[in-house]
């Protein structure tokens, strides 16, 4: 499975931005794709998942903020920041797993105070 992800941009401190990551190749129907974040000299930290089925799960320090849609009709996968904080910042990465994982690139997402 190959993953383009895109969205990721400079923003100030309460702006919005939305970040779409698009799978190709062989997708199954049951899956699960999801959000990573990297923030300079730190480890990469889960944000977010999404079932094909719908249920989402959020790391505390975005619920509130954050959404993660997808449509399975395009294998794409969403993430709706909202209310974007100087600690949002960082390179976002999605995945997918099904078996095993697949990453995409990473997007640059800066947040100035």
């Known amino acids: 499975v190959q993953l383009q992800a895109s969205g990721g941009g400079s923003v100030q401190a309460g702006g919005s931005l939305r970040l779409s990551c698009v799978a190709s190749?062989?997708?199954?129907?049951?899956?699960?794709m999801g959000w990573y974040r990297q923030a300079p000299g730190k480890q990469r930290e889960w944000v977010a998942t999404?079932?094909?089925?719908?249920?989402?799960n959020y790391v505390d320090s975005v619920k509130g903020r954050f959404t993660i849609p997808r449509d399975n009709a395009k294998n794409t996968v969403y993430l709706q920041m909202n209310g974007l904080k100087p600690e949002d910042t960082a390179v976002y990465y999605c995945?997918?797993?099904?078996?095993?994982?697949?990453w995409g690139q990473g997007t640059q997402v800066t947040v100035s105070s």
């Open positions: 995945n997918y797993y099904y078996r095993q994982t697949s």
């Open positions: 190749g062989r997708i199954f129907s049951v899956n699960t």
């Open positions: 999404i079932t094909s089925g719908g249920t989402t």
